[in-house]
Every structure is written in C-alpha cells, then in structure tokens.
C-alpha cells in the first residue's frame, strides 16, 4: 500500500505545507536525504498551540501537539517530493523539542506523539532514531517543535 493511499485509509488530513517565515527554507535534499526545518505545533484551525508543558498543557496534550509537528513534517515532505510519497525511503531520524518547565521529564512521551503518527504513515519505513529535548522557551510560546530527516529512493 502506498503512503498516500496509508493517509487516505486513515482519514489524516494533511495541513499545508507552511513557508518559511525567517532566513531559511522549509526543506532541502542533499544526495538522497531530505532534511525538513523544525515544525512547530498548529492546531486543526490552524492556530498555535502554545504552553508550557508540566504547567499550561500536560503530557496527553503535549503528545497531541507533537502529532500535529509530524502532520506538518508529512505535509512538508509530501511537497518537497513533488506531492509524491513513494519517494520516500525511510524516515531516518526525528528532534523534538518540548516547551517544559524545568522539572518535567516526560519529554520521551510527548515526542511519541510525532514518533507514532509518522510510524503509522509509513510503516517499518518509518521506524527512526530520535532526539526529546526539553527547552526553556520556544518559537512564538509553542509547545513542540519537532524536525526530521528522510532518506530518498
């Protein structure tokens, strides 16, 4: 089954690929690894999701807000891809970053959230090593940042 048809079987919809808003681009491959900027949790609407996570969201709301990262990931390699999933090889490794107050350890759990959704899209392909980082702050008071790197065909 392809990744795309995977998406549509489970009802995901995917958000738009948002451009980037500072000195950088959204996406770059070099030989074969694509590597896709941190993307930061946005709600169904489009909204922000913003909070410390231990303090204004807890770890359910923070492994909500990391699926929506991978969301984001799978919208931005789908379009680095030229809206075709099948080249796609693997996803090689996620970083996330998790908003959290300094006593907060839960930050694997949150990162689940983006681990999960992007291991359901693709499968065994999408089984990857990974980085939860707790930050002090992040861009615009969001609660997760999450970044990947993918291998391609």
Same mark, same amino acid.
């Given at each position: 089954?392809?990744?795309?048809?995977?998406?549509?079987? %489970?009802?995901?919809?995917?958000?738009? &690929? &948002?451009?980037?808003? @500072?000195?950088?681009?959204?996406?770059?491959?070099?030989n074969k690894i694509l590597f896709i900027s941190g993307q930061i949790s946005i709600d169904?609407?489009?909204? %922000?999701?913003?909070?410390?996570?231990?303090?204004?969201?807890?770890?359910?709301?923070?492994?909500?807000?990391?699926?929506?990262?991978? %969301? !984001?990931i799978v919208a931005q390699a789908k379009k680095a891809c030229n809206e075709d999933l099948?080249?796609?090889? !693997?996803?090689?490794?996620?970083? @996330?970053?998790?908003? !959290?107050?300094?006593?907060?350890?839960?930050?694997?759990?949150?990162?689940?959230?983006?681990?999960? %959704?992007?291991?359901?899209?693709?499968?065994?392909?999408?089984?990857?090593?990974?980085?939860?980082?707790?930050?002090?702050?992040?861009?615009? @008071?969001? &609660?997760?940042?999450?970044?990947?790197?993918?291998?391609?065909?």
């Amino acid at each position: 089954m392809s990744f795309d048809t995977k998406i549509k079987e %489970l009802g995901i919809q995917l958000p738009k &690929a &948002a451009d980037p808003v @500072g000195s950088y681009v959204a996406t770059k491959i070099s030989n074969k690894i694509l590597f896709i900027s941190g993307q930061i949790s946005i709600d169904e609407k489009g909204e %922000l999701i913003r909070g410390k996570i231990g303090k204004d969201l807890d770890t359910e709301a923070g492994y909500n807000a990391a699926k929506r990262c991978a %969301l !984001s990931i799978v919208a931005q390699a789908k379009k680095a891809c030229n809206e075709d999933l099948s080249k796609i090889k !693997s996803c090689v490794k996620l970083t @996330g970053f998790v908003n !959290s107050t300094d006593d907060f350890t839960e930050q694997p759990k949150v990162i689940n959230g983006a681990s999960d %959704l992007i291991a359901l899209i693709f499968g065994e392909a999408g089984m990857h090593t990974r980085a939860a980082i707790s930050a002090n702050s992040l861009p615009l @008071g969001v &609660a997760v940042e999450v970044d990947a790197i993918f291998e391609l065909n």
